[in-house]
């Protein structure tokens, strides 16, 4: 005896959850994409703000921070070397700069 009733519609359940799969998928991509972007951001702040602040003091390692995205959360000077960590949405990242010459006043 052959059936009589038929398999039609049956991928329609399937589709759609390949769907849902794949904008799940999609979306915890592009959260990691935000993250790895913050992280990239803040380097590139923490870099910018260790050099002006070597060069010209704390003042101009908070102005390149902030005009790179970050803000400074630290910044300390070693001997002849400033330390800058920088944060950028959840990201943080630190560099450090050599002064060469006087360190500046005020």
């Not at 009589?4 to 390949?18: E, I, K, N, V």
């Not at 704390?58 to 070397?81: L, M």
Request: proline letters at 3%; hydrophobic letters at 50%; glycine letters at 12%.
């Amino acid at each position: 005896m052959v059936s009589t009733r038929g398999d039609g519609g049956q991928s329609t359940p399937l589709m759609a959850a390949a769907v849902v799969l794949a904008a799940v998928v999609l979306w915890i991509l592009a959260g990691r994409a935000g993250v790895a972007v913050d992280a990239a951001r803040a380097r590139t702040a923490a870099d910018a703000a260790a050099l002006a602040g070597a060069a010209e003091g704390r003042p101009a390692a908070e102005d390149h921070a902030g005009a790179n995205g970050g803000v400074v959360v630290s910044y300390r000077t070693v001997d002849d070397d400033v330390v800058v960590t920088v944060r950028v949405g959840e990201a943080k990242a630190t560099a450090r700069a050599r002064r060469t010459g006087e360190w500046p006043t005020g």
